[in-house]
């Protein structure tokens, strides 16, 4: 497709979308010196509102999508939207507010309705995750876990300590290490054993780093999609030396209702709203990446949180004085945040617990569905997700751009790095029998047929707008806009 | 095709060709092979001091990175420019034209390998 | 159950696939002493009642007042399309375009959205856009200790506070060390910020127009850092960068920016756009997502991430930064909204931002006991000093007038008690200004 610069037309008016022209209207030549002015106006698009429409309405129908295909990406949790929740972010009387109203004393009185919102989503993630407090500034889930593993090192440093070992598994998303690293940690990793976190590993660890160690990073169900059973040992091991537990709540949609972290001895959580609580992944963003701990990190949460008062209106808390700071511009992605308190409110406790439940049955049901089709490395139960690896002599890539061809998005592949040629599907709940079935066939077809041709296979997909890019001549010659093409 | 057995090997996969009181380094074929097209090399500048076993570049393919790990130590004399523009100049020709860069030594060679224990090294890694 | 489709017969035979009698056999891996000790949420609601409630809480909102609240933050106009287009479910409900094949829409997006980010600023390059303006300062500045060598970063105090103070919390635990140089009533001390960067500066940060409103040209103090061997970086108001000497001609090497302005609701705090941009030279050490332009096995043109040994999930402890999204849809919105108005679109709306302010300061300069901070230019906010402490005036007006004055500085700027910053965008009308003025000129 053209870009938008190739349908722009020098001098075309735009004039008209969104302000009236007044003949009286000052140049800024009138009202700023010249030496303060840029030479020439910036090259933008110059195109009617109607090419402009056709133009992103075009480029939408490249994309796949939860509203157009099954989209089993593991790890990601492609949920349905609801339609009622984007309803509600877009409702004026929240989209019009400017966050700095709420930090004047009468503007205090003029955002009763919103920092109602954040105190009961607060209070939501609290009761579902069995934490004390959140903080909800967060602006997604890789920064939750900035902001978890430094209040991990606030805790530290309030002790008067400085411990520099942060133990991450092996099965880690690649975000732990790097947002350990940025909050100043040195990432040790932790072999599992058979797929799980392993208690004599995690003893030696702790031998070896002893007075040295921060914490240790989790998640869990794991990466492999499987429910770590030593956890009660894992929590003693870690708290005998007094470091702390971090909860990566990327797979929470498989726990909702059945366990609570906080419960069983987590001290800092972040969750992905974006994932577990149905908010829409945008394209790759905005997300909200809220950071829950138990009582003694409470002290150290980012500042301001809200809280409700006696006379029963809302308010900011008054500052701890041992926060990390600020991790957002104010409270957080507030549009991300309404669409999530929304979807708890519609669901309530029997709907989020249901969504867990549903949630791991899609993906037994399709394990077993696949395990003839796929090498499914664990067979045990797995939680929201499993992994599985190509069958014997073709690449996990391979069956992934065939699945694009049969018009559904691939599974999450290549991660984890523990299984070979792995693929990794997360079916979620809000996905039928039929639909899990129509996918369990194309699998098996992308199979059979890869068999029997695998060069037709290697070219696939054959009926998208393109085929398989040439990365490598993306990444040598860089044309990374229009004008270093 | 086999590792030169003129050259010395560490078992980070660089090479090392000594001549006289300096070395000239690069990528093995093993680890141009592990990366898959290389779309970036950062190797250190001219002047800079390089000490054997610590890190002193990157190279990158698309799904991949690996640091660049001196196999000796001294000071770099000379830098291969090509790769700037020319990367995969490193998969055609590891052991050639796909040099990285000169160092003038700062004493003996020593601690790497010879053809043969590079190649078990490699033979180990491929499982 | 609300958006889960199995009926009881689809769920029976399902659990009899998996092979087990209940769904809560699942989950025997969970001990009965590890289950919830309490899941007090409320009961579900239908539909219709769960948007009732929202939309009372909704109504608990007053956003019909007349405001001139802007430090960083602006009203402005949203094109109608812009919510119709980015509302396109293809666009909202697709993941990250790791698939490119099936995700050209997203990915060609966000290389035309860093083509006119570049092109705003007047740079190289943007990437595919960061959280927000205060987490995209942070990441410029790492950027800059990366590229230098160096750990010493100099700040403009005229800054953004609110950005400024993320980078402090962003930078805690890092080796680096944030200088921070004093503001002069609302003006940067260009003078004091070039005695601060030296051979150790790894970068020198200052906004323009900076907190206070006023415009400046940092060309000079640009060019004192390049002799240094320090990089400079400039925080940019995108609207206003339709007219303003850009970040490129100014010698900046970064360029950072708040993107909520352009068709992002203000949506009480986010989500917003950090904006990006740079010079070539410094690509392997831009944090973020990255659109790059290549061609398919049969020549097609087509789009795919790229550069991404950069990122966390391949470098993972020494990635450029942990971030994994970019504001996707925020970057779409803004894209979308910089096609409608275009170049001459986007100078009306600041002229007009700007006509108003100037028309606000002489109606409020007339009032007794009013001047203005400095005499420095301004483009569409300003700062004035009031008789009084300006908190207390701003409560009073929106109490007894529904009106918002703008914002008290005093909170983020010691002796600064009575001094209040006036934004205007093209939302604003004279008939407001009017109104501003005379119920404050009441209360003096």
């Known amino acids: 497709m053209k870009t938008i610069y190739e349908e ?25 010196p010249a030496q303060m002015l ?27 999508s939860v509203d157009a295909n099954f989209y089993p990406l593991g790890s990601c949790t492609m949920k349905y939207n609801p339609k009622c929740t984007e309803a509600v972010s877009q409702l004026p009387g929240f989209a019009r507010l400017h966050p700095m109203l709420a930090q004047l004393k009468a503007g205090e009185k003029a955002c009763q309705g919103a920092l109602q919102v954040l105190c009961d989503t607060e209070r939501f993630l609290c009761e579902i995750t069995g934490m004390k407090g ?62 799980m976190v392993d208690p004599e590993a995690l003893k030696a660890a702790v031998a070896e780093h002893g007075d040295n160690l921060a914490g240790l990073m989790m998640t869990c169900p794991n990466t492999l999609g499987l429910m770590e059973t030593r956890l009660k040992e894992i929590v003693q091991i870690i708290h005998s030396v007094d470091a702390l537990l971090y909860y990566d709540g990327a797979n929470m949609n498989a726990i909702m209702g059945k366990m609570r972290v906080g419960d069983v001895g987590f001290d800092v959580v972040h969750l992905n709203l974006h994932k577990t609580f149905a908010t829409p992944h945008g394209g790759g963003g905005p997300g909200s ?51 999530a308190c929304a979807y708890i409110v519609r669901l309530g406790a029997e709907g989020i617990k249901r969504a867990s439940e549903y949630a791991v049955l899609n993906a037994n049901y399709m394990r077993r569905k696949l395990e003839d089709v796929l090498q499914v490395p664990f067979d045990r139960i797995c939680m929201h997700e499993f992994v599985a690896s190509a069958p014997e002599g073709m690449r996990a890539l391979d069956i992934a751009k065939g699945l694009l061809e049969l018009g559904y998005h691939a599974p999450t592949i290549y991660f984890p790095l523990l299984v070979h040629e792995c693929l990794m599907p997360e079916p979620t709940e809000t996905e039928s029998k039929q639909t899990l ?49 | 095709m086999s590792d030169p057995k003129e050259l010395k090997y560490s078992k980070t996969h660089e090479w090392v060709r000594v001549e006289g009181e300096e070395a000239v380094v690069g990528i093995t074929q093993f680890a141009q092979d592990a990366l898959g097209d290389i779309t970036y090399v950062e190797v250190p500048a001219e002047g800079d001091a390089v000490e054997q076993e610590k890190e002193c570049g990157s190279v990158e393919s698309v799904k991949a990175a690996s640091d660049l790990i ?30 990285m860069f000169k160092v003038k030594l700062a004493g003996p060679v020593e601690g790497l390998l010879d053809a043969d224990a590079y190649a078990k090294v490699c033979a180990e890694e491929a499982h | 159950m609300p958006y889960i489709p199995h009926s009881q017969a689809e769920l029976e ?83 990250t375009p790791y698939q490119a094949e099936c995700s050209q829409g997203t990915l060609q997006a966000i290389f035309e959205f860093q083509t006119a980010i570049a092109r705003l600023m007047d740079l190289d390059f943007a990437n595919a856009s960061v959280y927000d303006g205060g987490s995209a300062l942070f990441e410029a500045s ?70 206070f409103g006023v415009v400046s040209d940092f060309t000079e103090l640009f060019a004192h850092a390049k002799s240094q061997k320090a990089l400079s970086v400039i925080s940019v108001y995108p609207v206003m960068q339709a007219v303003l000497k850009t970040p490129g001609e100014m010698g900046a090497d970064v360029a950072v920016g708040e993107g909520q302005s352009l068709g992002l609701p203000l949506s009480f705090g986010g989500p917003y756009l950090g904006l990006m941009a740079c010079r070539k030279s410094f690509v392997r050490q831009m944090p973020g997502r990255l659109v790059g332009r290549t061609v398919d096995t049969q020549g097609r043109t087509g789009y795919v991430l790229t550069l991404q040994a950069r990122e966390q999930h391949i470098r993972r402890a020494k990635a450029t930064s942990n971030i994994c999204s970019n504001q996707s849809l925020c970057a779409l919105r803004a894209l979308i909204y910089l096609s409608l108005v275009g170049p001459q679109g986007l100078r009306k709306v600041a002229e007009r931002g700007m006509a108003l302010a100037r028309y606000a300061s002489q109606m409020l300069l007339a009032l007794p006991g009013v001047t203005l901070l400095n005499d420095r230019p301004f483009g569409n906010e300003f700062a004035v000093c009031l008789p009084k402490a300006a908190a207390p005036l701003v409560d009073a007006l929106i109490e007894r007038y529904g009106v918002v004055a703008g914002y008290p500085v005093g909170r983020h700027y010691q002796g600064m008690d009575n001094v209040l910053l006036v934004a205007c965008t093209e939302k604003n009308t004279r008939e407001q200004i009017d109104r501003l003025v005379e119920s404050l000129g009441g209360l003096l």
Request: contains cysteine; charged residues 20%.
């Open chain 1, 38 to 64: 840029r030479g020439a106006a910036p090259r933008l698009p110059e195109c009617a509102e109607i090419d402009v429409v056709r133009h992103f309405t075009g480029l939408a129908e490249l994309n796949y």
């Open chain 1, 437 to 485: 079935d129509a996918f369990c066939d194309a699998v098996r077809k992308v199979v059979e047929d890869g068999r029997k041709d695998p060069e037709a296979l290697a070219q696939a997909p054959r009926n998208l707008p393109v085929t398989r890019l040439d990365e490598t001549a993306a990444a040598r010659h860089m044309i990374l806009t229009e004008d270093m093409a």
């Open chain 1, 289 to 339: 990446g809220p950071v829950g701990v138990c009582e003694k990190l409470l002290p150290f949460l980012p500042a301001p949180r809200v809280e409700r008062r006696a006379d029963g209106s809302y308010g900011f808390m008054i500052d701890s004085g041992k926060s990390i700071g600020r991790i957002g511009p104010f409270y957080g992605s507030f549009g991300v945040i309404l669409k």
């Open chain 2, 70 to 99: 001196s196999p000796v130590t001294g000071t770099v004399v000379a830098v291969n420019a090509e790769l700037e523009n020319a990367p995969e100049v490193v998969n055609q020709d590891p052991y050639g034209k796909g040099w």
């Open chain 3, 142 to 211: 790492t950027m800059c200790v990366r590229q230098t060598k160096r750990s010493r970063v100099v700040v403009d105090e005229a800054v953004n506070p609110v950005w400024r103070s993320m980078l402090a919390t962003y930078t805690a635990n890092q080796p680096i060390e944030i200088v921070t140089v004093p503001q002069k009533n609302g003006t940067s001390d260009v003078d004091a910020l070039k005695a601060a960067v030296d051979g150790q500066t790894a970068c020198v940060i200052v906004q323009n127009p900076n907190f």
């Open chain 1, 134 to 195: 959140f903080t909800l500034q967060p602006m997604a889930g890789a920064n939750g876990e900035f902001t978890g593993v430094s209040l991990i090192a606030a805790y530290h440093q309030a002790k008067g300590r400085s411990r520099r070992v942060m133990l991450i598994p092996d099965s880690a998303h690649g975000t732990n290490p790097a947002s350990a690293a940025m909050a100043g940690f040195t990432a040790v990793t932790v072999e599992s054993k058979d797929g």
């Open chain 3, 13 to 95: 035979e399902m659990l009899a696939t998996v092979g087990v009698k209940t769904l809560d056999d699942l989950f025997a891996d969970i001990s009965p002493d590890m289950r919830p000790k309490s899941f007090n949420l409320p009961e579900g609601m239908d539909e219709g009642a769960a948007c009732a409630f929202f939309e009372d809480l909704a109504a608990r909102n007053r956003t019909a007042m007349a405001s001139f609240l802007g430090a960083g933050y602006y009203d402005h106009n949203v094109p109608k399309a812009v919510d119709a287009l980015a509302g396109q479910s293809a666009f909202y409900t697709a993941y």
């Open chain 1, 8 to 32: 722009s037309v020098p001098g075309r008016a735009t004039l008209g979308i969104v302000l009236k022209d007044d003949p009286a209207q000052p140049g800024c030549a009138d009202m700023l």
